[in-house]
């Protein structure tokens, strides 16, 4: 197989993988909005066992008031499919680190990438492990969505081909604004990660307004303290409601800031141009924005229902590659054969 063909089926391979990470992430959510977090409190097994059984869950929850065994094994059944698609992901990953190794001489076969996805999935195991126990603390759940999504987006990256043709001067331009709108959507994800975790999507009922106040009684102080010790059970949440409206509220400006510079940069895109791949790329973003910004609206208005929620998480992913997509698209590589010209002696 010729290197080109190779790398076809390493990008292919990548595309898959992305694919499943997305599943990952929202199958985190709806793991996470069943209150299916702490289904199985033993990792990596589930009450010892590969596969949850109906009557280990029956006899723990025996003693839950209002617990059934139904409700525990369904819980500890959610919990182990996202940790079978979870192990699928990073059996996925370090075949493309092995493939990525084992033809590293290639001239266009990245490695660097490919080692910082294998190492970020390392930690994301490590996550995954100490969200059960340590009884889902927000900033250990909130840190595993973060290390998620970049999984998502370097393996968006690693599927793409990237861009061979030149920038216009316009086209150069752009860099600055899609790094700092990079910046701005990891920010507003981890503060949608952090109102998740605490259990806040709740507090503001209303929309526009939040306790029917433009300006609700908040508690700042309590909202964001990063670590509270060890052996506080978080399921459920344990900040007061000024605090979680404190969380919320600050998620709802953030989304107005970062909805802001994420429109404006793909209308900008749009605008400048000329080539149909990054206008591609700008149109994605935009539509990315509004189809976030209007699952949030329509997740506040309805109540928090568990489909709207979830598609909220999938949204956010979908930013994420759109995102991946625009950066692969603005930081092109010269095309094969243009190489720097090197001196060559002229014969005495």
Known sequence: MNPTRRLWWFRRLALAGALLAASVVVLGAWVRLTDAGLGCPDWPGCYGHVYPQAGTAQAVAGADVGAGAGSSF???LHEMIHR???TTLGIIIASLLVWAIRFRKDRDQPL???????AVVCAQGALGALTV????TPLIVTAHLLGGLTTLGLLSWLAQAPQTRPLTPREQALKPLALIGTGVLLTQIALGGWTSTNYAAVACPDFPTCQQSWWPTM??????VLWRGLGVDYEGGVLANPA???IHFTHRLGAIVAGGVLASLGILTLARAKHRRLRFAGALVALAVVVQISIGVAT?????PLVLATLHNAGAAFLVVSMVTLLRALWPVPPLGMVPLQR???PR
């Open 112 to 118: 660097t990438p490919v080692a910082i996805l294998f």
């Open 133 to 136: 126990t340590l009884l889902l």
């Open 244 to 246: 979680r409206v404190a």
């Open 219 to 224: 508690d700042y102080r309590d909202a964001y």
């Open 300 to 304: 506040v208005h309805w109540g928090v």
């Open 344 to 346: 060559v002696d002229s």
């Open 84 to 86: 079978y698609f979870a």
């Open 74 to 76: 369904t819980r500890a």
